[in-house]
């Protein structure tokens, strides 16, 4: 007999494992999904300037290639179109339960019980969580925010029904959503001011439209579009992924990041403000071709006074208050809270949030011991900051089918805690080389230090590590 499979997340790593579920003849399954709709972090994203920063042609599964993108650089209403074509394409639409945000998954000893709010909860042999890292969105805790009087909201949470123009704007945060909502809004707004925190490492983002041309190539020239994927994902992983590991390109992507700061700021005094004092990498780098020169504009002001209070008439510093009809939180995400608020309970009453106290952890970032049966996608250290996530993703989900072989007929799979301590061991000794140690401050890490949100190797080793057979660091419970 099949299992049941809960899959809690209609993003891309849920999808991703619906589809790959459909495609092996399994149908025993249901994706809960909190929302109304699918696409979860591209659902979510809706402000002006929304997409991706990694080519759309990546960025996408390598089972469904799509000819049609429009731009090397996919916007955020593309890539939402894309998950619907997969959804409808592959069948999965249909068994996505919609506004069923799932509170609890406990396992009883036998199966999982899955509780959707204020439902009854329903069992499952298998849990398999895709809730992203990036879905709970970080508001500051600044003096006054309640008593601001005009729209305030946080770019997760754009509100469309507030338009801009002609208005005075403050953006509170300069990472990779304030540089693609900024040049936006700095259009229409009358007057917009940036408070920024730390300068981020800015380099050139090389967008392109896609002409009839090049689609009809990419549809019908054979083994064009995997030639083009793969050559940006080998770009990525041998440029970049070294930046970041003290490898070769580190003076180059610093730069080459000064290079494009030189080229499109030419106000020196802006260009010390936006001028990073830590190494490129540490945070994020931004990958955007627009943001300086809408920082560089006449009706654009960049703080870097830290904020000391919002009023009800705007954000003010310690030097003067900057009055504002809107207030745009791109403040960033509660993004090491894994899978919070879901309660889940493993064997023996274990509470995940109490295990995790010390910084979430799994192996492979996949599954943790105690919890049999349950696995996770887009899970501790498996975040990028160089190559694409659906490439994690897909590894993950390849996993996950690896193992469900091994639970059919009621049986339960479990990584051993030996396997999860040595995966421990080695995520440690690959992350002593990584950019984002001591001195670094980013949303990868926990308050206390713990870097637990990316995965510090090359992404092959990944591919390598997870397409191994799950019977050496797992045991049937
Ligand atoms: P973020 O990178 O966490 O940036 C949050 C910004 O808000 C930072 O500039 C931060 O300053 C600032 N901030 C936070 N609290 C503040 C406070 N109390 N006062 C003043 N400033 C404050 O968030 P994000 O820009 O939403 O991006 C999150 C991640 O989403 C990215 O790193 C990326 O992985 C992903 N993303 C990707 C794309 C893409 O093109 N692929 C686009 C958008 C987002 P500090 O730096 O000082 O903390």
Redesign the pocket.
């Known amino acids: 007999m099949t299992p049941k499979v809960a899959i809690i997340g209609a993003g891309f790593g849920g999808l991703c494992m619906a589809i790959r579920l459909e495609m092996a003849g399994i149908g025993s399954y249901t994706v809960f999904e909190k929302a109304d709709g699918l696409g979860g972090t591209w659902r979510d994203?809706s402000y002006p300037g929304?997409?991706?920063?990694?080519p759309s042609h990546l960025y996408s599964y390598s089972f469904e290639k799509y000819a049609s993108w429009t731009r090397r650089y996919p916007e955020q209403p593309e890539i939402l179109a894309y998950l619907e074509h997969c959804a409808d394409k592959y069948g999965v639409r249909g068994k996505i339960k919609f506004n069923a945000e799932v509170t609890d998954a406990a396992f009883d000893g036998t199966r999982w019980q899955v509780t959707t709010g204020g439902g009854e909860p329903e069992a499952f042999d298998v849990v398999v969580m895709s809730v992203g890292q990036?879905n709970r969105p970080?508001l500051?805790?600044?003096p006054g925010m309640d008593d601001f009087e005009g729209a305030a909201f946080h770019?997760?949470r754009w509100d469309h029904g507030h338009d801009v123009t002609g208005r005075r704007v403050a953006v509170?945060?300069?990472?990779?959503?304030?540089a693609?909502l900024i040049p936006r809004v700095a259009e229409r707004a009358e007057r917009l001011t940036v408070?920024?925190?730390?300068p981020?490492w800015v380099i050139p983002k090389p967008d392109a439209e896609f002409g009839a041309g090049a689609r009809l190539a990419f549809r019908y020239v054979p083994g064009l579009q995997r030639a083009y994927r793969e050559w940006i994902y080998r770009y990525a992983e041998g440029t970049l992924y070294p930046a970041l590991a003290g490898g070769w390109s580190r003076d180059l992507l610093r730069k080459r990041a000064l290079g494009h700061l030189r080229d499109q700021v030419p106000d020196p005094e802006l260009r010390a403000k936006l001028t990073p004092g830590y190494p490129p990498g540490c945070?994020?780098v931004i990958?955007d071709s627009a943001f300086y020169p809408a920082l560089s504009r006449d009706n654009v002001e960049v703080v870097t006074e830290p904020?000391s209070r919002i009023t009800p008439k705007g954000v003010e510093t310690a030097r003067a208050p900057y009055e504002a009809d809107t207030i745009v939180y791109?403040?960033?995400?509660r993004a090491t809270e894994f899978l919070s608020p879901i309660r889940v309970t493993g064997r023996a009453g274990r509470d995940l949030a109490e295990q995790w106290a010390g910084g979430p952890e799994a192996y492979l970032g996949i599954s943790v011991p105690h919890f049999p049966n349950l696995f996770l996608l887009y899970g501790p250290n498996t975040?990028l900051g160089h190559n694409s996530i659906v490439f994690m993703l897909e590894c993950q989900v390849g996993h996950v089918m690896a193992c469900l072989p091994h639970l059919s007929g009621g049986r339960r799979l479990e990584v051993r805690p030996e396997a999860m301590a040595a995966w421990r061991t080695q995520l440690d000794a690959a992350m002593a080389r990584m950019v984002w140690g001591d001195g670094c401050?980013s949303?990868y890490k926990t308050a206390e230090g713990r870097v637990t949100n990316n995965w510090p190797g090359p992404t092959p080793l990944y591919r390598r590590l997870t397409a191994r057979p799950p019977r050496a660091a797992y045991r049937q419970v």
Not at 172 to 178: D, E, Q
Request: charged content about 15%; aromatic content about 8%; proline content about 3%.
């Open positions: 994203n929304a997409g991706c920063d990694i990036l970080r500051p805790a600044i770019s997760a509170i945060g300069s990472g990779s959503s304030a693609q408070f920024q925190r730390t981020n945070k994020r990958i904020i791109a403040t960033g995400f975040n401050q949303w």
